[in-house]
Structures are given as C-alpha cells and as structure tokens.
C-alpha cells in the first residue's frame, strides 16, 4: 500500500456494511430545494391570489374564509398531484354563478357536499381517462359560457359598487338599477372608482418607474390603495368580516331533490373541469414560449390534471371551502413570473394558509366595494373581444351568443346545453347545405357543385342536370368531400343517358382519380376523387397532377428510375404516366382552378407590359420554383435559369450571349433595381465539375460548365477566405463549390458594362443568395471586407 493512503485499524465491533456485487452504489438521500425562481413566482401569485379569492368569495354569497380555504387547497393539493406543473388552481370567476346559485337554493353546507360529489365525479372521469374528450367542446360553447357568467358576475357585482345587495337573476339586477342609482351611496361609490382607477391605471404607468412599479399586480394595488384610502378618510363602509375558524361551516349531507342535486353537480363537475382542461393547454402555450423551460416542465398530462383537480375539490368541500379549479390569471402570472416547478404553486398555498390564520386583522380592513369592483372588472373581462372576433370569423358566432345569452338569463347548464344544441344544428346544416349552378360559357356547360353530395341534394343535382341540352359538352366540377350511395347513382344515370344521347362529360374534382361509372369506381368515393383525365391512359392513377408543393409521384412500374438532378443524367418518365397526358392535366387543373384567380392581374400586365423590379438568375434544377422560395407572382421577377446558374464573362471566346443579352435587356430596358444570383444544395452542375477529367469528351455541357472553372480555381486557390455559412460549416466540397460559385458569378456579373454602369450610378444593387432544398432554407449573401457569409434573413433586414 502507497504511504501516502493512511491505514486504519478494523474494529471488530463495527458493523460491516457488505455492497452486493453488480449494484449500484448507495445514494446520499436527495434533499428537497426550492428553486429562487419558484419562491419569487409564489408571492407574486399570492398577492394576486388573496384579493381575488375574498372576492369570488363576496360575489358568491359563501362565508369569506371559503375563499381562502378553496385557494390553499388548490395551491396545495391540485399543485401536488395535478398533471399541469405550473398551473394555479383556486376559486374561479367562472364558478361564480354557479356557486352562488347553488348556496340560493340549497344552502352553504349542502353547497359544500355538492362539491365533494363534483370532485368524485372528477376522479371517475380521470380515472376513465376522458380528459382529451371534453377538449372537443367547440370553443364558441365554451367562450360563450365564460362570457355569460362574465356578464352575470358584472351585473350582480354593480349593486354591491353601487352600495346595494345583488339579486340571485340578472334580470331582477338589471330591474333595481335605476332605483338604485337614484339613491346612490357616496362612499361605497368613492372607493369602488379609486379601485377602479388603479386597476386601469396602474399597468399603464410609463417609463423606468413604472416598469418596476408594475411587479406589484395591479388587483393588490388596487384593493390595498383603496382600503388605505378608507380607512384615512374615516369612511363607514361595510367591511371584510372574517368570523373565528373555530366556528367555520364545513360541508354537511346534501339536503334536497335528488334530481336538482344531480344536476347541480352534473354542472360544477362541467364548469371546473373544462375551466381547468383548457387552462392547463394555455399553460402549455406559455411554456412553450421561454425556450429551455419545456424539456423541464413537459406537456401537462390532462387526465392526472383531472385526477389532481378532484381530489382538490374533495378536500375543499370537506373542509368548507368553495369549488376549485384552474386560474388563467394566477396561472400566467406564474409562469410569467419565472416559475419552473410545481413548488411555486404549492408555495403560494402555504402563504395563502398563513395570510388566512395571522393577517386576519389587516383583511378585515378591506372594504366590500372594493373587492366587488375587482370581481366586477374580473367578470367584464370574460368577455373577451378577442374570442368575439375569432368565432366571427369562424362563422360560429350564432352558437357563441345563443350560449351566452342562455347562461345569463337560464342558468349555465341550460345555456350550455341550448349552445350545444345549437353547435350540432349547425354543423348539420353546414353538411347538408349544397350550392348547385348551371352556367354555359361558349358552347360548354357547366354544373359547379360545392358543399357534400348527400341524397337531400339528388332533386336539386338531378334538375340542374336536366338544364344540359341533349349532345352538348358537359363540365361538372365536384368541389366537395363527400358523396353517398344515392347521388353517385343518379349522377351515373345522367351520364350514361348523356353520353348515349350523342353528348359528353367530363366531372372534375379537386383531386384526379376515377371517372364515375368506370369498372372499379364505388359509392361513397370522396367526390374530389372523380376526374375523366384519370381513365384517358392512366389505368389505375389516382394520383393529382400537382397536390400542394408535392411532385406527381406514381408507383407504376414505371417509376423506378429517380429524377436527375441538373448537369447529370437521368431518367424520364419517373411518374409511370406518359408526359403528354400529365401535361394535359396539368394544364386542365390550371385553366379549372387557378386561371380564374389569376387572369384579372395578367390581363392587367398585358395592357401595361411588364415591369419587373429584379432579375433572378438560378439554376435550372426543378426543386428551385422560384415564385415560391420569393413569395413573388406575375410580373415580379425576370427569370434567367441555366445549368449551375453561370454568367459568363463578357467577350469570352465561344461565350454565351443568351445570359449577356438578358442581363443587358433586364438592366438597360426593364430597368430592374436588383440582380440575384442563386445557387441551391445539391447542384448537379458543380458535382460535375468536382468530377470533371481533365482530357473527358467534350460535349455541349462540358463546353458550358467551363464557365464554372473560375469558380473551381477560386475554392482551390486559398489564398481568399472561403465562402461560408453563418450557423455551420459546409457539409462537403460540393456545397463549398456551391456557396463559392455564387460569389464568383457576382464577380462576373460585374463585368458586364451594363452592370457596371449601373452600379456607378447607384440604380442597381447586386445580391447573392443560396438555397438549401433539403432544409427549405434560405441565406443571403451578407459579407463585408472579403468575408463572404451567407446568412439567415432576419426581422431586422425587413425594417431597414
């Protein structure tokens, strides 16, 4: 043993701790932290948190201290065991009607039974695992629900500001208000503005100050301020009253009709867990936006938000406390404020239990109009215009009002269901509404069906067919997705009478596929699927001409040989479809569907002739469509493509006057601001100069890929830095050749006189610009001082 390990002597008394073989070492014990970031989140959701929850609490009718007991649960158990880290449950607004009417009908007590059934109802349907399910509620139902429990909790809150006492209905508020506002109370008016004021003011506060002034929420400011207020100015006023813990109210047996209760839980179960399910997918928006934060968070698992959400309201109930759910407030504020763990949450629960046993005297100083107005600012929020705008635009707006006016004057199981009954009115009209016209444009008629084929369009369909003559052309374009058994049968009886009558049809789709009647063609097709060019040929092809952005692609047996790229040899005909008949559709497709969106600007470039503001030199190869990569249409761009987007240099032997001739005519008569040169990843022309043989045959692609020898040379040389992107280094020596080509055909490009007079006088701009296919990527030329980088396009370039 070396001197330098010290021995020790073996006590035999000492127990010997023997490390089975192939285990792994024993562990310290992990010590529980709490992360800076999730203890500074916590008492921002807190401050927010107690206001609110006192005033849920008022506009419900329930003791105070239910709301306090309600956010402590929810901070501290749905915080644990819930499947959305970050987010904060408690009392909710949107829980506020309901609550309120369910403490009017059967009392607190069975009010906080009702509570504890929801929460079981809640494990159930975790348990079942039907939390993705609610999810399908359309939004319209579930933004008008929240809308109109907005408006109710506005409406009651606004006789309390006013220094009243609200009325279970809407209806019978709305009717006290002029009473009321011919007697108004001059303090309770006095506080519930100031609270106001600050709670509109306050994130509005400009400059260095407010931005630190703006930490502290605007809900404690507001409430705070105005209890200051109150209390310096000596106002009497009804305030907070926190009665001893010792004789709160905790839940008793529900007492009534059975058939009510089921329904009032059937209803809490509803409104928390869609609140909650929908609040933990907007934490995951939110989580999605600090970039680090969601590999340690991950995605919330919904069904355990469910399970935690339930168990949370279980112990809510048993301890008097009001129902619990997910706070989009508190939640962004958390996530906000820097939160990267469920401590945060937890956390909060903890302050809220210690504000609730040792600030008691200081919340009882809070005046009861200033929290109304919190809440009442809180319900006038739920009506969003933002999600007004959205269902708008969604055409859906007629479910979203049909709710929200059925939760404030019926109730929110009763709006929610007429809302839902609306939505599936909807949607079946949707489905069966179909728009049939007849139309004849030089001899050829047309029928132009949109909407699904269903059998209650078969006595429109079948009398618009009937307006075609005998012996005409026919075109009827199908522009839908669905056709059923009855009116693929009619519409194959038409066509075979037409056509035996000496006339013709071609049905057409948004898709090629199969013509209607041919032998292997079925009911129930997707009436996009029907198209005559499929049966001229192409026995079997189903496929369209062009799909978005995807090449025709067949697996005929033809279409084994892959596609070439530019300067190499390949094969044609990969589609497995003669090219004249793919052409022909292709053609066909253009003149049905784009050539009416099209045809007014082109006619217009026909009357003023062409005036485009760049040249566009590229490279021949079929992956580059150049309106696209540009985001450009007719008329933007002139476009010069060869092999290996080469300029050759002016008055080269045996040189090319075909790319002289356009850049002179794009400089000196299109008068164009800008040329691009663009190469792209891949390019078969500097592959083939890469492997060129110095004594090879010399074949017209070898004569003109000589252009591309300065090129070669330059990479060769070293003695310049070689071209490069920003983010990376070239994968291999033919993207190096790539990026150092387009730098090189610059430099060509400004031997042209045209250019270089031009340029001197300032009327033209010069860009290189290289395009990786494979990553639908596009860098800029951005070097300066002879360092040539391509680069990223950036938000900054745009606005200089």
Not at 66 to 86: F, I, K, N, T
Request: charged share 15%; hydrophobic share 45%; aromatic share 2%.
């Amino acid at each position: 043993m070396s001197a330098c390990v010290p021995t020790r002597t073996t006590d035999p008394s000492r127990a010997q701790h023997v490390h089975p073989p192939h285990s792994p070492p024993p562990t310290e014990p992990r010590r529980f932290r709490i992360a800076g970031a999730d203890v500074s989140a916590s008492i921002a959701v807190f401050l927010i948190a107690l206001p609110l929850s006192l005033g849920i609490a008022l506009a419900t009718g329930a003791p105070l201290q239910a709301g306090l007991v309600a956010a402590a649960v929810g901070g501290l158990v749905a915080g644990r065991l819930g499947g959305s880290p970050l987010q904060v449950s408690g009392p909710a607004a949107g829980l506020t009607v309901v609550t309120a009417d369910l403490i009017h009908r059967y009392g607190w007590r069975t009010t906080c039974a009702i509570t504890v059934l929801a929460g079981l109802a809640q494990l159930a349907l975790g348990c079942l695992r039907v939390a993705r399910t609610a999810l399908a509620v359309s939004p319209a139902i579930v933004h008008g629900m929240l809308a109109g429990i907005g408006v109710t909790i506005a409406v009651a809150q606004l006789r309390i500001v006013l220094g009243g006492t609200p009325q279970s209905a809407v209806l019978d508020n709305l009717r006290a208000l002029p009473a009321q506002l011919a007697g108004l109370h001059p303090a309770a008016v006095s506080v519930s503005a100031l609270t106001l004021t600050l709670l509109l003011l306050w994130p509005r506060i400009p400059g260095r100050a407010g931005r630190l002034l703006r930490k502290l929420p605007a809900a404690l400011v507001a409430v705070a301020g105005a209890t200051v207020t109150a209390s310096l100015a000596g106002l009497t006023l009804p305030k907070v009253d926190l009665p001893s813990w010792s004789s709160h109210a905790l839940a008793g047996l529900p007492e009534g009709p059975a058939v009510g209760l089921v329904a009032a839980v059937l209803t809490t179960t509803l409104v928390c867990s869609v609140q909650s399910l929908l609040g933990a997918v907007a934490v995951d928006k939110l989580v999605a936006g600090r970039p680090g934060l969601s590999a340690r968070v991950g995605r919330s698992r919904l069904d355990r938000e469910l399970l935690g959400q339930g168990a949370a309201n279980i112990v809510s109930g048993s301890l008097g406390g009001l129902p619990v759910a997910g706070v989009a407030v508190r939640s962004s504020s958390n996530v906000r404020a820097g939160a990267v763990s469920r401590n945060s949450t937890m956390l909060h629960g903890v302050l809220v239990v210690v504000a609730a046993l040792l600030m008691v005297p200081i919340l009882e100083l809070i005046p009861l109009s200033s929290l109304a107005t919190l809440v009442m600012a809180v319900g006038i929020q739920m009506v969003s215009l933002h999600h007004i705008r959205t269902v708008t635009r969604h055409r859906e707006v007629l479910v979203y009002a049909v709710t929200t006016l059925g939760v404030v004057l019926l109730g929110v199981l009763e709006g929610v269901s007429l809302g839902i009954a609306v939505a599936v009115a909807v949607a079946l009209h949707r489905l069966t509404r179909t728009r049939i016209t007849h139309d004849e444009k030089e001899g050829v008629h047309h029928v132009h069906v949109r909407g699904q084929l269903t059998f209650l369009a078969v006595p429109r369909l079948s009398r618009s067919l009937h307006l075609v003559p005998q012996g005409t052309h026919a075109v009827v374009e199908l522009d839908g997705s669905f056709m059923d058994h009855a009116t693929y049968e009619a519409l194959q009886d038409w066509q075979k009478t037409h056509t035996a009558q000496g006339g013709s049809v071609e049905l057409t789709g948004r898709r090629a596929g199969i013509r209607i009647g041919e032998p292997g063609s079925a009911a129930d097709h997707p009436a996009g699927d029907t198209n005559a060019g499929a049966a001229s040929g192409t026995a079997g092809c189903r496929c369209s001409p062009w799909t978005p952005w995807r090449n025709h692609q067949c697996d005929g047996p033809q279409s084994t040989a892959a596609p070439a790229s530019d300067g190499q040899p390949g094969a044609a005909g990969a589609s497995g479809v003669p090219s004249g008949h793919e052409l022909a559709r292709g053609i066909s497709a253009f003149q049905r569907h784009t050539a009416p969106l099209v045809r007014g600007e082109l006619a217009r470039l026909a009357r003023e002739g062409q005036r485009p503001s760049q040249l566009f030199l590229t490279c021949a190869d079929s992956r580059l469509v150049t309106s696209m990569i540009t985001s450009s249409g007719p008329g933007d761009l002139f476009v010069v493509r060869n092999v290996g987007n080469l300029v050759p240099l002016p008055g080269q032997e045996s040189g090319d006057d075909s790319v002289a001739a356009a850049i002179e005519y794009a400089v000196e008569v299109l008068q164009v601001r800008s040329i691009t040169v663009c190469g792209h990843s891949g390019c078969g022309a500097m592959q083939a100069l890469l492997n060129a043989e110095p004594e090879g045959a010399q074949t017209p692609l070898t004569r003109w890929l000589r252009h591309g020898l300065p090129s070669l040379q330059r990479m060769s040389e070293g003695s310049r830095p070689w071209a490069r992107l920003a983010l990376r280094t070239p994968a291999d020596a033919v993207e190096q050749l790539c990026l150092t080509n387009v730098v090189q055909q610059l430099e060509h490009l400004r031997a042209h006189e045209s250019v270089t007079r031009a340029l001197r006088e300032g009327a033209l701009e010069l860009h290189g610009m290289y395009f990786h296919v494979g990553e639908a990527q596009a860098y800029l030329l951005t070097g300066a001082d002879g360092d040539d980088v391509f680069d990223h396009v950036r938000a900054a370039d745009l606005s200089a």
